[in-house]
């Protein structure tokens, strides 16, 4: 749950392709923006939660889309926001350690989640109790560092030390499928060291399916020792 509470108060500006410039920064936001509208087909959402929701700046965005949401991060641990909104809340722990079931008031049916996953010690955990406290009909958005993208342009630079997981397709696809969830869209953003979206649901009707994952060690291996001996003879 990185600390990010000053990035959303410079400046935002969309450039024609409907990418945000904080400075001289390209954030994803307004690409997360686009994808969750594109396949939330405009659903209003009665209960909208926010794992590792930072400064609120993803909920207070997302205010036209639901009645209820809910901010969860431990940076609010023992504090609230001064708001006049009352149909906004913050839980102050983590996914791992909040007891959901006694914290929300109802079932959320949509959860979102930007860049917090990579740094959850037990990300299977965490996903498991999202799926229990959830609706059945709950959609949910994550947005995280993308695997293959570092792998296939060999840029073990932007691995950073604070991120516990790097997820690929593959492996997020089988993490969902043990848990019970069914991939429903992938988004792609090629900017801030490229990252993955997904959106995805309960899977009603669970089968046993093989899945394989798409980057083996061999080539990982291959590729990181590339990326080694060219930085030395640089």
């Given at each position: 749950?990185?600390?990010?509470?000053?990035?959303?108060?410079?400046?935002?500006?969309?450039?024609?392709?409907?990418?945000?410039?904080?400075?001289?920064?390209?954030s994803i936001s307004c690409f997360f923006h686009d994808f969750f509208r594109g396949i939330s087909s405009s659903r209003k959402f009665d209960c909208i939660v926010d794992v590792g929701c930072n400064d609120?700046?993803?909920?207070?965005?997302?205010?036209?889309?639901?009645?209820?949401?809910?901010?969860?991060?431990?940076?609010?641990?023992?504090?609230?926001?001064?708001?006049?909104?009352?149909?906004?809340?913050?839980?102050?722990?983590?996914?791992?350690?909040?007891?959901?079931?006694?914290?929300?008031?109802?079932?959320?049916?949509?959860?979102?989640?930007?860049?917090?996953?990579?740094?959850?010690?037990?990300?299977?955990?965490?996903?498991?109790?999202?799926?229990?406290?959830?609706?059945?009909?709950?959609?949910?958005?994550?947005?995280?560092?993308?695997?293959?993208?570092?792998?296939?342009?060999?840029?073990?630079?932007?691995?950073?030390?604070?991120?516990?997981?790097?997820?690929?397709?593959?492996?997020?696809?089988?993490?969902?499928?043990?848990?019970?969830?069914k991939v429903v869209e992938w988004g792609q953003s090629y900017h801030n060291w490229g990252s993955l979206l997904v959106a995805f649901r309960k899977d009603t009707k669970k089968q046993n399916k093989k899945?394989?994952?798409?980057?083996?060690?061999?080539?990982?291996?291959?590729?990181?020792?590339?990326?080694?001996?060219?930085?030395?003879?640089?």
């Amino acid at each position: 749950y990185p600390d990010l509470a000053n990035f959303s108060k410079s400046p935002v500006i969309c450039n024609r392709r409907n990418r945000c410039v904080h400075k001289n920064f390209i954030s994803i936001s307004c690409f997360f923006h686009d994808f969750f509208r594109g396949i939330s087909s405009s659903r209003k959402f009665d209960c909208i939660v926010d794992v590792g929701c930072n400064d609120l700046f993803l909920l207070n965005e997302m205010k036209s889309f639901g009645k209820f949401r809910v901010g969860l991060d431990p940076i609010w641990k023992n504090k609230k926001p001064v708001t006049d909104d009352h149909n906004l809340m913050v839980i102050g722990e983590t996914v791992e350690t909040a007891n959901l079931d006694k914290e929300l008031t109802s079932k959320p049916d949509l959860i979102v989640s930007r860049h917090t996953l990579e740094h959850m010690s037990n990300p299977a955990l965490a996903l498991s109790k999202l799926y229990d406290c959830s609706s059945d009909n709950a959609l949910f958005v994550f947005e995280f560092p993308c695997l293959d993208f570092l792998v296939s342009r060999g840029r073990f630079d932007q691995i950073f030390h604070e991120h516990l997981n790097y997820f690929s397709r593959s492996s997020l696809s089988i993490l969902f499928h043990k848990i019970g969830f069914k991939v429903v869209e992938w988004g792609q953003s090629y900017h801030n060291w490229g990252s993955l979206l997904v959106a995805f649901r309960k899977d009603t009707k669970k089968q046993n399916k093989k899945l394989k994952l798409t980057i083996n060690r061999r080539e990982f291996k291959s590729r990181r020792d590339l990326f080694f001996s060219q930085m030395k003879n640089t």
